[in-house]
């Protein structure tokens, strides 16, 4: 099994390698797939996509249409991550990433959505979510363990087996543009 820092490095130059047409065309996929699964849902906590990351933009406001509240994250000093309800606007935040422009809902806001929607380079079959590292997210998924999570993926970036530390959180599913995948389920 490979390190994680080596198959993250993989995973993106794959990303860098899809065409603007292949980004779009997930994108699209994806956003229904999700909408399926929860957009009659209240609340979900979701990101916004940056660079080839599946894209979110639709998503977003497909849910907002939805009448779903939309919490977005807001990336702390410390890389823990506050909340707040995107209501369609988005200001520069810490890093070049983009950030709603509401209230801070403080960190365990997220223990309070009906389900998450996290960004991901890999799931493993088991539910073992790959990040980009900075423990932003397990961090997060710890304070809402009783939540449905999904990641977003790319079709190719469900693996058989990603390399596993204690801190890491799995997810309950992870949606991919042909396809969504249910892992068994973590909670007890």
Known sequence: MSSKSALRREILV??????????????TALRQRILDCVGALNSVAAYVSIGTEPGTSGLLA??????????LPVLRPDNDLDWAVFDGS?????????????????AEAIA??????????????????LGRGGGSYDRALARAADVLTIALLYDNELLDEIPVQPHDRPVDAAATPSALHRFIPRRS
């Open 14 to 27: 794959a990303r860098g390698e899809l065409t603007a047409a292949a980004r779009v065309a997930a994108e």
């Open 62 to 71: 497909a849910l907002r249409e939805c009448g779903t509240t939309v919490l």
């Open 90 to 106: 988005f200001a520069a935040g810490s890093h070049g990433l983009l950030e709603p422009v509401g209230d801070r809902l403080g």
């Open 112 to 129: 309070a959505v009906d389900a998450i929607v996290v960004p991901a380079l890999a799931v493993d079959r088991a539910g073992h979510r």
